[in-house]
């Protein structure tokens, strides 16, 4: 149980297009949602903290205006890069808690996005 | 505010040996989860051990298993019987009790085992 579908595991998108990436709690609802980047050979970095049906949290030094997050329902939240650029390529993951603090965080696989 | 340290970047073990990857953390927290995960070359984050503070007999899993010192605020991850399935990047990270809680992570530690 507790599995995060993420989609797209891959995209390639040209400069000043949007991205949309979906997270989806299949079996479990998602009350909270995390959205981290990730950089090569470095830690997840938190962007964003949503929960469902209100505004999303985000840390200090990223963007809302960019990256919008979407969290309508308690299965579904969404990512979204907007005019994006090729600093934005990267790897993001989203994750959800779930049972419970002592269960953890169960991942999405990821979303390797290229901006060229 | 919270923080994680892994002081190891990269660590690597013969096939079948044993390896200690090493974590500490420093909290004004009683109470919390402490987290070991695993990142392979796919890149999916996988749970590999939990422990929670209060309990003060160190989780196991397997070959896996943590030696946990609440004093000395260290959570080291014992891995033993290496095998080639087990080179990734590891992962440790905290996590207060409150259960929407944002997960706070150290640097993360290369594993390469050695065939």
């Known amino acids: 149980g507790a599995v995060v579908s993420q989609h797209p595991s891959w995209v390639i998108c040209k400069s000043g297009t949007s991205v949309k990436i979906e997270c989806r709690s299949l079996?479990?609802?998602?009350?909270?949602m995390f959205w981290y980047r990730q950089f090569p050979k470095q830690s997840l970095m938190l962007m964003a903290t949503?929960?469902?049906?209100?505004?999303?949290?985000?840390e200090q030094g990223v963007e809302k205006d960019k990256f919008l997050i979407n969290h309508a329902s308690l299965t579904l939240s969404t990512l979204t890069v907007t005019s994006a650029h090729p600093e934005d390529s990267s790897f993001y993951i989203c994750?959800?808690?779930?049972?419970?603090?002592?269960?953890?965080?169960?991942f999405g696989s990821g979303t390797r996005l290229t901006v060229v | 505010a919270q923080t994680v340290t892994q002081s190891q970047p990269e660590m690597s073990v013969q096939e079948a040996e044993t390896v200690t990857l090493s974590c500490t953390y420093d909290?004004?927290?009683?109470?919390?989860?402490l987290f070991w995960y695993k990142q392979p070359p796919s890149r999916q984050m996988i749970l590999v051990i939990r422990?929670?503070?209060?309990k003060q007999q160190n989780a196991t899993e397997n070959r896996f298993s943590v030696n946990f010192q609440k004093a000395a605020k260290s959570f080291s991850l014992k891995i033993s019987d290496s095998q080639l399935g087990d080179a990734a990047m590891y992962f440790c990270?905290?996590?207060?009790?409150?259960?929407?809680?944002?997960?706070?992570w150290g640097a993360g530690t290369k594993l390469i085992i050695k065939p």
């Open positions: 079996d479990f609802q998602a009350t909270t």
């Open positions: 949503s929960n469902e049906g209100s505004k999303a949290t985000y």
């Open positions: 422990q929670e503070a209060y």
């Open positions: 990270a905290y996590r207060q009790m409150d259960s929407n809680y944002q997960l706070i």
């Open positions: 994750s959800a808690s779930w049972g419970g603090a002592g269960n953890g965080y169960t």
């Open positions: 909290t004004s927290e009683s109470d919390y989860y």
